[in-house]
């Protein structure tokens, strides 16, 4: 069985949690293996509707082990409000560990995300979700960070703590708010423990008997290529890379054995946040967009900048991920428009680029557009490729040209059931 990696080929938002949900059915493992509770990745099935955060999107399956991995960052209050109210709606949640690997977000955390966010100038915010990943990655990566084996292990997390807290607390009065206590800090590691403790596991050797028995595994990616920590528009990026790559470092599976990578992505663009997004549309039909995709973050509920399908992006995706298959959702969204642009490639000082450039030429990029026929009608309830009019079997096999990726499933509506499974998935 190959290990399947399922990522965000655009800006965030694809419908990752929509894909893994309906993928899992059948996975023996699906590992989340980057980002923390910025995600939101909404999952509609028979429990409900949920926006998940930090838990893996195979959660739904009770025999399915779900893995939050050792490439995220976990915030334990977040784990345990997500898993109450996944059990009061009756989804069974002992299937689920967290690495000892994993890096803790802190209380600091988000308060230093809040506040090196309300420093930046306009223009030049990142617009985070304030959920404390940047500054938790950046400890990670500074060796100032504490991981989810620590709250294991009082005596050293007291000793790690005592060591951090002071450099936490200059920066603090930096910003001129109070300082953080070690023994405070140590009362809330412990009722995390308490919370939590009995989930955190070292991952590897579940995982390595998981794939050594040819299990299928998943591997679930939080937002997409575009705000990727290397490839994405750097500044305005996330603190993880949400790339294929990074699911062998992240999962811990040799990047050899991630076989199958697909990329979900929609049959239009989203953005939350700043930086530039040059499929944007911010005309009336934008608008439309918005209002008939009900584009509005999961996790922060802001308004998503809409706009239409990006060729540029998308081979950028394809290439860094190597896909080997697409999933192409909301394509009933479409469903609505006469006629629907595609940004085939960008101009920058007169000339036709088909590769994103440095972020500060991308800012100034002008969209080439093409323009295909829409369909006006209803493909909700279709459920095999035959079933979707002419018009958008030929813009979805437009994309999948151009993205050079054959597509594996077509989405059409929220609901697990409502996705078209090409013939030789
Ligand atoms: P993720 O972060 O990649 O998991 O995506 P989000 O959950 O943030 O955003 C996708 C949104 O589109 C969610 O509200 C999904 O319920 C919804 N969705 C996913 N696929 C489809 C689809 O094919 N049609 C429609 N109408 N909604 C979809
Ligand atoms: P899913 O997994 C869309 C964006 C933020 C901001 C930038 C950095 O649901 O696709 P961060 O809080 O990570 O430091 O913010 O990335 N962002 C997302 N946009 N979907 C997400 O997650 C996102 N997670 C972060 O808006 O621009
Ligand atoms: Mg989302």
């Given at each position: 069985?190959?290990?399947?990696?399922?990522?965000?080929?655009?800006?965030?938002?694809?419908?990752?949690?929509?894909?893994?949900?309906?993928?899992?059915?059948?996975?023996?493992?699906?590992?989340?293996?980057?980002?923390?509770?910025?995600?939101?990745?909404?999952?509609?099935?028979?429990?409900?509707?949920?926006?998940?955060?930090?838990?893996?999107?195979?959660?739904?399956?009770?025999?399915?082990?779900?893995?939050?991995?050792?490439?995220?960052?976990?915030?334990?209050?977040?784990?345990?409000?997500?898993?109450?109210?996944?059990?009061?709606?009756?989804?069974?949640?002992?299937?689920?560990?967290?690495?000892?690997?994993?890096?803790?977000?802190?209380?600091?955390?988000?308060?230093?995300?809040?506040?090196?966010?309300?420093?930046?100038?306009?223009?030049?915010?990142?617009?985070?979700?304030?959920?404390?990943?940047?500054?938790?990655?950046?400890?990670?990566?500074?060796?100032?960070?504490?991981?989810?084996?620590?709250?294991?292990?009082?005596?050293?997390?007291?000793?790690?703590?005592?060591?951090?807290?002071?450099?936490?607390?200059?920066?603090?009065?930096?910003?001129?708010?109070?300082?953080?206590?070690?023994?405070?800090?140590?009362?809330?590691?412990?009722?995390?423990?308490?919370?939590?403790?009995?989930?955190?596991?070292?991952?590897?050797?579940?995982?390595?008997?998981?794939?050594?028995?040819?299990?299928?595994?998943?591997?679930?990616?939080?937002?997409?290529?575009?705000?990727?920590?290397?490839?994405?528009?750097?500044?305005?990026?996330?603190?993880?890379?949400?790339?294929?790559?990074?699911?062998?470092?992240?999962?811990?599976?040799?990047?050899?054995?991630?076989?199958?990578?697909?990329?979900?992505?929609?049959?239009?663009?989203?953005?939350?946040?700043?930086?530039?997004?040059?499929?944007?549309?911010?005309?009336?039909?934008?608008?439309?967009?918005?209002?008939?995709?009900?584009?509005?973050?999961?996790?922060?509920?802001?308004?998503?900048?809409?706009?239409?399908?990006?060729?540029?992006?998308?081979r950028h995706a394809s290439w860094l991920n190597g896909f080997t298959a697409l999933a192409i959702?909301?394509?009933?969204?479409?469903?609505?428009?006469?006629?629907?642009?595609?940004?085939?490639?960008?101009?920058?000082?007169?000339?036709?680029?088909?590769?994103?450039?440095?972020?500060?030429?991308?800012?100034?990029?002008?969209?080439?557009?093409?323009?295909?026929?829409?369909?006006?009608?209803?493909?909700?309830?279709?459920?095999?490729?035959?079933?979707?009019?002419?018009?958008?079997?030929?813009?979805?096999?437009?994309?999948?040209?151009?993205?050079?990726?054959?597509?594996?499933?077509?989405?059409?509506?929220?609901?697990?059931?409502?996705?078209?499974?090409?013939?030789?998935?």
């Amino acid at each position: 069985m190959p290990v399947r990696a399922v990522v965000g080929a655009q800006w965030g938002d694809e419908g990752k949690g929509r894909i893994v949900d309906y993928m899992a059915q059948k996975a023996d493992v699906v590992i989340r293996f980057q980002g923390g509770d910025n995600a939101g990745h909404t999952v509609v099935n028979s429990y409900g509707k949920f926006a998940l955060h930090i838990l893996p999107s195979g959660i739904f399956n009770p025999d399915t082990l779900c893995i939050i991995g050792t490439g995220t960052v976990v915030n334990p209050d977040q784990l345990e409000k997500e898993l109450s109210e996944l059990e009061a709606a009756g989804v069974t949640t002992d299937n689920l560990v967290v690495s000892d690997r994993a890096h803790v977000v802190m209380p600091y955390h988000p308060r230093l995300d809040g506040l090196e966010e309300a420093n930046r100038k306009d223009g030049a915010k990142i617009g985070t979700t304030k959920r404390g990943i940047g500054p938790t990655y950046a400890d990670k990566a500074a060796r100032f960070g504490l991981r989810m084996g620590d709250l294991l292990r009082p005596d050293h997390l007291h000793q790690r703590l005592k060591s951090v807290v002071p450099k936490k607390n200059r920066t603090l009065r930096d910003f001129g708010v109070p300082p953080v206590d070690v023994d405070e800090l140590m009362a809330t590691a412990e009722r995390w423990r308490k919370a939590v403790g009995h989930r955190i596991v070292d991952v590897l050797p579940a995982t390595r008997a998981a794939v050594r028995a040819d299990k299928e595994v998943l591997l679930e990616g939080q937002l997409g290529v575009m705000r990727d920590l290397d490839w994405g528009i750097y500044p305005y990026v996330t603190s993880s890379n949400p790339t294929a790559a990074a699911a062998a470092v992240g999962a811990g599976i040799p990047a050899a054995l991630i076989t199958d990578v697909v990329g979900v992505v929609k049959c239009y663009s989203t953005a939350v946040g700043g930086g530039p997004f040059p499929p944007e549309d911010l005309s009336p039909l934008g608008d439309r967009l918005r209002d008939i995709g009900q584009e509005y973050g999961a996790t922060t509920g802001r308004p998503r900048r809409c706009g239409w399908f990006d060729a540029v992006s998308m081979r950028h995706a394809s290439w860094l991920n190597g896909f080997t298959a697409l999933a192409i959702t909301k394509v009933d969204i479409l469903d609505h428009f006469e006629e629907l642009p595609v940004c085939r490639g960008y101009r920058l000082d007169g000339k036709e680029l088909d590769a994103i450039p440095y972020t500060t030429d991308l800012e100034r990029v002008e969209p080439v557009w093409e323009r295909h026929p829409g369909w006006l009608s209803d493909t909700r309830d279709a459920r095999a490729w035959a079933d979707l009019p002419d018009n958008a079997r030929a813009y979805l096999s437009h994309l999948s040209r151009l993205a050079e990726t054959p597509i594996r499933f077509v989405s059409v509506g929220p609901e697990r059931d409502q996705l078209i499974t090409m013939s030789d998935a």
